[in-house]
Structures are given as structure tokens and as C-alpha cells.
Nanobody, 123 residues
Framework: QVQLAESGGGLVQAGGSLRLSCAAS????MGWFRQAPGKEREFVAA????????YYADSVKGRFTISRDNAENTGYLQMNSLKPEDTAVYYC????????????????????WGQGTQVTVSS
């Protein structure tokens, strides 16, 4: 199983930026999900092991960028132009199948999860 740990959340004003990090070991595809109070966990972005393919939810496309540095065993989610509706607990997740699959869009297809980090965007 992949061991994951997120960092980088916090409080930011609307229009601001944050970068989340996910420290992990192993060969895996990585996803980011978020969950707001009273709502279901939703897909944000995913990237394959090689970094050669990524996919974004429509709600964040053009504002968020997922990336990874395998030499540093770290994945990233750069979040720009943040909106109040981006407020949620953000989770990184690992799937031990490193290549692309539509299953990467589904939270229950991941093998491992981080503890989550809170992102709050004020208006």
C-alpha cells in the first residue's frame, strides 16, 4: 500500500492561490479529491505515474494543476483563482495501477488515502 500525507492547506481569500503537497512512496497513480460539509467526496484531478496524462473535474479545469516529482516522492495540486465553493477538506489518494484508467475518477477505486488537509476560501 502507498503511504500518503498531505500538507499545504489553509485559509485564503477568493482569487488567491494555494499549493497542496502529497508525500508518498511507491509506484502509483495519484488523485486529489475533496469533501465539503454535508456533501459527497468529489473528484478533483488525477495523474498517472509517469506524469504524462492528467485529468480534471470541469469545476477546476483551467484553475488547478496536478503534477508530481517522482524523484522527490511528492505530488502537487496547484490551486489558483480560488473560489469560496472550493472550500473543503482535500485528500490525496494512490492507486497501485500506475497507468491511466477511467477508474481514477472514482474515489472507491483508490487503494490508499492521506489524512486530508483543510482548504478554506473566504469571500
Amino acid at each position: 500500500q502507498v503511504q500518503l500525507a498531505e500538507s499545504g492547506g489553509g485559509l485564503v481569500q477568493a482569487g488567491g492561490s494555494l499549493r497542496l503537497s502529497c508525500a508518498a512512496s511507491g509506484r502509483y497513480a495519484m488523485g486529489w479529491f475533496r469533501q465539503a460539509p454535508g456533501k459527497e467526496r468529489e473528484f478533483v484531478a488525477a495523474i498517472v505515474w509517469s506524469g504524462g496524462r492528467s485529468y480534471y473535474a470541469d469545476s477546476v479545469k483551467g484553475r488547478f494543476t496536478i503534477s508530481r516529482d517522482n524523484a522527490e516522492n511528492t505530488g502537487y495540486l496547484q490551486m489558483n483563482s480560488l473560489k469560496p465553493e472550493d472550500t473543503a477538506v482535500y485528500y490525496c489518494a494512490g492507486r497501485t495501477t500506475p497507468a491511466w484508467s477511467d477508474r481514477l475518477l472514482k474515489w472507491n477505486e483508490y487503494d490508499s488515502w492521506g489524512q486530508g488537509t483543510q482548504v478554506t476560501v473566504s469571500s
